[in-house]
Nanobody, 124 residues
Framework: QAQLEESGGGLVQVGGSLRLSCAVS????????MGWFCQAPGKEREFVAA?????????YSDSVKGRFTISRNYSTKNTLYLQMDSLKPEDTAIYYC????????????????WGQGTQVTVSS
């Protein structure tokens, strides 16, 4: 059973960068599809990025493609990252990491394990 904990959120200006981390415990993430989702106030949780390094799968939402990068810690295999570059005000949200063995990769309902989220605020 996986436990997930995000960190790295904060306040950043438009065009700036942040790197979010997701610490995975109770298992190694190599078993799972790992996803990043975001939720802005009054909106539904939305897909950001997902990956499964065992099968060479990585996918991004159109809104973040070319700006965000999902990656992992190759040595410890227990940390997931989301590098966020060229941030925009519309990226402001709580960001969550999630894990599941067989999710519909862009559907948050299909992920079993979630972190508590980390707030990202982009000021203009």
């Amino acid at each position: 059973q996986a436990q997930l904990e995000e960190s790295g959120g904060g306040l950043v200006q438009v065009g700036g960068s942040l790197r979010l981390s997701c610490a995975v415990s109770g298992t190694t993430y190599t078993r799972y599809y790992m996803g990043w989702f975001c939720q802005a106030p009054g909106k539904e949780r939305e897909f950001v990025a997902a990956s499964n390094w065992n099968v060479g799968f990585t996918y991004y939402s159109d809104s973040v493609k070319g700006r965000f990068t999902i990656s992992r810690n190759y040595s410890t295999k227990n940390t997931l990252y989301l590098q966020m570059d060229s941030l925009k005000p519309e990226d402001t949200a709580i960001y969550y990491c999630a894990a599941d063995v067989h999710p519909v990769y862009d559907n948050p309902i299909s992920y079993e394990y979630w972190g508590q989220g980390t707030q990202v605020t982009v000021s203009s």
